[in-house]
């Protein structure tokens, strides 16, 4: 597919979206902004937006071949994803293996209890209320989603979880914690939209336990790139480092 890139209809912190010339169809641009705290906390990061699309795309096309529905169509070149259109649902959904992160401030779990069976939160993607935690209730009377889209929402993701938990887990990575987000296609159906990164997702060294994801950044650390570099070293296999020209990273 050649699409071309058509106007701007949504910016977001760290990604745009073009029309293109095919109806139902976008390009998220990957862009390497980068930002924490609600937007507080903002700055680029060469490469950012290519290795996160490189990445997404990545984990969008094991959870297509298991099954899952996603918005992917193609990696039209690092940066560019060619993406189904969808009507976003404004739910931050997180699924959590291990308590770290938000959860240990606001609940009395230990840090680094592991969490089986995995917890599922939703909170209310809406940056004036600061991203509050949602339940049904508030969910469903805010016409969020229905009751019958919640729990949808929650099969589908535990299926994403234990797909991806097993996929990184072959490559020496934890995965503690991530944030996925819905939308409608244009026949109604639920499907997975965003991006799935280490923007997104926490990812740990196996054995270390060396972070490798977002937590550099939000915590001022100044190898935030090493660690995207390693994931998506970590997660391709060789022909797509070849094919992304990536091969420099390769140890
Ligand atoms: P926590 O609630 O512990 O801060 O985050 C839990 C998981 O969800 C982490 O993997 C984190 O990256 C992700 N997450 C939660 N809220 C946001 C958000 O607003 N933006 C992004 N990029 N990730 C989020």
């Known amino acids: 597919m050649n699409p071309k890139i058509g106007d701007l209809i949504y910016a977001g912190k760290a990604k745009d979206v073009y029309e293109t010339d095919t109806p139902n169809h976008v390009i998220v641009k990957f862009r390497d902004d980068i930002t924490a705290g609600d937007g507080i906390k ?14 997404s795309s990545k984990f969008f096309e094991i959870l297509e071949e298991s099954g899952i ?61 600061h991203d509050p935690m949602l339940n049904d209730s508030i969910t469903t009377a805010l016409s969020l989603a229905t009751q019958q889209e919640l729990n949808n929402i929650r099969k589908i ?27 409608f296609d244009s026949h109604g159906n639920i499907v997975l939209g965003d991006e799935i990164s280490p923007d997104t997702c926490r990812f740990w060294d196996l054995k270390s336990w060396e972070v490798l994801d977002k937590d550099l950044f939000r915590n001022g650390e100044s190898n935030v790139m090493d660690a995207y570099m390693k994931i998506a070293s970590l997660i391709l296999n060789n022909e797509d480092k070849e094919k992304w020209n990536i091969s420099h990273i390769l140890k």
């Open 42 to 55: 903002c700055e680029s990061l060469v490469k950012k937006g290519y290795y996160n699309s490189v990445i």
């Open 69 to 129: 529905k996603t918005q992917y169509i193609e990696l039209i070149k690092p940066g560019y994803m060619l993406c189904k259109k969808l009507r976003m649902i404004p739910l931050e959904v997180i699924t959590r293996n291990i308590a770290t992160g938000s959860i240990v401030k606001k609940f009395p779990f230990h840090h680094n209890q592991i969490l089986n069976p995995p917890i599922i939160q939703m909170d209310y993607k809406n940056d004036v209320y």
């Open 157 to 183: 993701t535990f299926k994403i979880n234990n797909i991806l938990k097993d996929f990184l887990l072959e490559k020496n990575i934890l995965f503690p914690d991530f944030k996925i987000e819905y939308g």
